[in-house]
């Protein structure tokens, strides 16, 4: 079976039915979705990263 991942934790955990953070502590998806959390910002520092390399200019416009 393939792995669901969503990129937004908060989203994730409100599907999961977990209604604010001081449950997430003793829920069984709490390394879940810190796995996607740190999934999640890997991606965007990577897409980040991308675009400012091809949002770079010269000084001499």
């Known amino acids: 079976m393939p ?3 969503f990129t937004d934790p908060g989203l994730a955990s409100h599907l999961a ?3 604010d953070p ?3 502590c ?3 998806l709490k390394g879940a979705l810190f796995e996607s959390l740190i999934i999640a ?3 965007k520092y990577r897409f980040n ?3 400012e390399l ?3 200019r010269s ?3």
Request: aromatic share 8%; glycine share 4%; with cysteine.
């Open 22 to 24: 001081d449950n997430l």
């Open 59 to 61: 000084t001499r416009a």
């Open 26 to 28: 003793y829920h069984s």
């Open 41 to 43: 910002e890997f991606l």
């Open 49 to 51: 990263k991308a675009s």
């Open 17 to 19: 039915g977990i209604p």
């Open 3 to 5: 792995k669901l991942c």
């Open 54 to 56: 091809l949002l770079a």
